[in-house]
């Protein structure tokens, strides 16, 4: 899954630890989430949403490119 | 942009939490195994009569309860990229223990080789764990 973290965190200024302080998780993960080596659980994606006061959906996006079909009730 | 923050040189990191709930695990590990060690040494040798024997064996259960606790608190409040490498490294160790332990027992029955302590299964896994882990910390950096 790709992710826009390591540009929103440049635009803020901050370092990796920075941000890991900010959700409570260590550096690693923000490295390991940044490369594409891991994609974060939903609560912690929900987190980073908070922390850029931005939706998930402008960070995240999933490489298969399928959007999700609306599909009206019966 | 500040510098060096993509460096990987601390990629293992961690909070202090962390730090804290590893040296529990670690010291009651510790006193596990010494205990273990004890109480091993003297039911071979007959240090002590059975009952006060037998009591510190329980006792030896009790330190290994409280890691068994100490290792889940610190799963529990890990991140979850640690925590996700940490049931990597046991699932590496149980597999392991189990294929290895298991084929050794059919080599033994056999009589390809002698037979083995059950206690050597269980160092085997003990030292697939920090191998597991290395891996991971390796995969995710």
Sequence with gaps: MKNRLKVLRAERDWTQADLAQRLDVSRQTV????????????????????VF?????????????ADVKNVSEP | ?????DSLSDSCSSAPRDGRNQLRVILWSMVWAVSFVVVTLSAKRAWWPFGPTLAAALGTSLFGIATLLAHRRFLRETDELRRKIEIEALSLAFGVGVVGGMTYWLLTVMGAVPAMDFFYVLLVMLLAHPVGVWIGRRRYS
């Design chain 1, 53 to 65: 006061g931005t939706p998930i959906e402008t960070i995240f996006d999933s490489e298969d490119g």
């Design chain 2, 1 to 5: 942009m500040k510098s060096a923050d």
């Design chain 1, 31 to 50: 490295n390991a989430i940044e490369t594409g080596k891991y994609d974060p659980s939903l609560p912690l994606a929900f987190r980073i949403s908070r």
